[in-house]
């Protein structure tokens, strides 16, 4: 399992893997995304198609069934009954003086007459599909053996008008496969008066609970359109066998786009972990060639103002004399792995170059940052053993830091961390109060003392929000009997109200600043703080 870890940890790191996977991955994720965009697009047209037809064929009923009545009371005032050459003028006029009326009839037992020409039989003979108050209707009616086929016919006593489909079709040429259909019976059945018979209702329950008169199925779109007739619905049903089609019509365009973005993502990719890569081998160099420098930050009494211990700090410095943060290559060196080989290098460097100063002070101690994985894994204590042994130093002077962000695995980060104290090493929480330690959580961890963050220092005496945490912080530790060190003390006043908080230990630039292995002997020789002077000057 290590092994396998390993490897793929190893592939992690090779520029191309890396950019190939980015370069997949958006390409996936920008493809699905475009697919969504042209999928939403045909949508939205459709949408507006169905509802521009829709509107268009419900303005054109409403003149078509206005002018049919209108006609059909015109016929029902006059006086005239009977089939006569007088009703079939009149019949011819009315047919004449509405647009929309294509045919007028009268009705007797044995007898029609019509505006049209002479036929036998007229279909609106049969039942009428629907009745309302003062009409009656047919739907899907033939009132010429031709093109021209009668849509709609209405009736009122004996007699009847009718309009063609040619008025319906003039305002929309309805699509392959659709319909226009008059639902009656409280949407039970459902007749088509332009296009095919289809298969009702079209879904389960109907009418449907939605309020927009659009309705979107897989295969159908559905348009109800508003009647003040409560005796029927129009209902204007389109398939949508093109919606493959026209997805890919809509993809066309964003599919080079999002292939484009995926490259250029992938070429970004194999710039950055080109560049992390030549950083990890520049640090691998700066290794070899001496360019890391371990300083020492002093920690001090903050009653007798002595020195009585240090933070060992890494630092890169280039041959140019340019320096390169530690949040740049600290995080880069965790990630490829070298942090490990770092560690042990600043342990030994500590001990080559203070290994005779812990000697000869036995009280005074160097704390060291722990990485993540250092944490994670019982290495460290084994490592730090033999340069003891090596350097006859004792364990207690050899104390490590670790972040609460450090502590990934909490059961295993515990089991090390208790491992290192019983080998006598002293623990420390560092930047105590940014991670997500909590009383009950900081109680299960084998810890001897807390570093309160500089933020929490700075925020002392003002009336920020966060003021109040390092006095809070302070209590705390006291509590569970704990040590505690302030960072950052840069002011006077800010190592007297700690003292006068009881914090005891605390490092910072009113003190000292990181100091090289010679400046630290010197100032544990003088055993008072170092003036205001820069290392790099120095060094």
Request: proline residues 5%; glycine residues 8%.
């Amino acid at each position: 399992m290590p092994a396998a870890r390993e490897t793929l940890r190893s592939w992690f790191h090779r520029p191309w893997f890396l950019a190939t996977l980015a370069a997949v991955l958006s390409a996936g994720l920008l493809l699905l995304g475009s697919l969504g965009v042209a999928m939403h697009q045909v949508q939205l047209r459709e949408s507006q198609q169905m509802n521009a037809q829709g509107e268009r064929f419900l303005e054109r009923l409403e003149q078509l069934f206005g002018q049919l009545r209108q006609g059909l009371d015109e016929l029902q005032a006059q006086p005239l009954r009977g089939c006569s050459e007088q009703m079939v003028a009149t019949l011819q006029k009315v047919g004449f003086s509405y647009r929309f009326i294509y045919e007028a009839a009268y009705i007797e037992a044995d007898r029609i007459c019509s505006s049209g020409p002479p036929r036998n039989g007229l279909p609106a003979t049969r039942p009428a599909d629907f009745r309302g108050p003062t009409y009656s209707y047919w739907l899907n009616t033939s009132a010429e053996p031709n093109e021209n086929l009668a849509a709609l016919m209405l009736g009122r006593g004996n007699f009847r008008v009718a309009t063609s489909r040619g008025h319906l079709t003039d305002v929309v040429d309805l699509p392959e496969g659709s319909s226009l259909m008059v639902v009656l019976d409280r949407g039970m059945r459902a007749i088509p008066v332009l296009g095919a018979a289809q298969s009702w209702p079209p879904f389960e329950p109907w009418p449907p609970q939605a309020s927009e008169p659009l309705l979107v199925t897989p295969n159908q779109l559905i348009y109800r359109m508003p009647t003040d007739n409560q005796e029927y619905q129009l209902v204007l049903i389109a398939p949508r066998a093109r919606l493959t089609l026209q997805v890919a019509e809509s993809w066309r365009w964003l599919l080079p786009v999002s292939l484009t973005l995926a490259l250029f993502i992938g070429v970004l990719v194999l710039q950055l972990a080109r560049q992390r890569q030549s950083m990890g081998g520049e640090l691998q160099g700066a290794l070899r060639r001496g360019e890391l420098q371990v300083l020492y930050q002093p920690i001090f009494d903050l009653r007798s103002r002595h020195c009585v211990g240090a933070e060992a700090l890494l630092r890169w410095r280039h041959p140019d004399g340019t320096l390169t943060s530690p949040d740049l290559f600290i995080p880069m060196a965790e990630d490829s792995g070298q942090i490990r080989q770092i560690t042990d290098f600043v342990l030994q460097r500590l001990l080559e170059q203070l290994g005779h100063v812990l000697r000869a002070n036995p009280h005074f101690y160097i704390s060291v940052n722990l990485a993540a994985c250092d944490v994670m894994v019982p290495r460290v204590g084994e490592v730090m053993a033999k340069l003891l042994d090596q350097h006859r130093v004792q364990a207690r002077q050899i104390a490590f830091e670790v972040t609460e962000r450090g502590l990934i695995d909490v059961v295993v980060a515990r089991s090390n961390l208790q491992a290192l104290r019983d080998l006598g090493h002293q623990v420390l929480i560092d930047d105590f109060g940014t991670g997500y330690c909590s009383l009950a959580y900081l109680q299960t961890l084998p810890v001897d003392c807390l570093k309160i963050d500089k933020a929490f220092i700075d925020a002392l005496g003002h009336d920020a929000a966060s003021s109040g945490v390092a006095p809070h912080i302070i209590r705390m530790a006291h509590a569970l009997q704990l040590k505690v060190i302030a960072e950052g003390i840069e002011h006077e006043s800010q190592a007297q109200l700690l003292h006068s908080e009881g914090v005891k230990f605390g490092q910072g630039w009113l003190f000292s600043h990181a100091l090289s292995a010679m400046q630290l002997v010197e100032l544990m020789t003088r055993g008072r703080r170092v003036g205001a002077r820069r290392v790099a000057d120095e060094i």
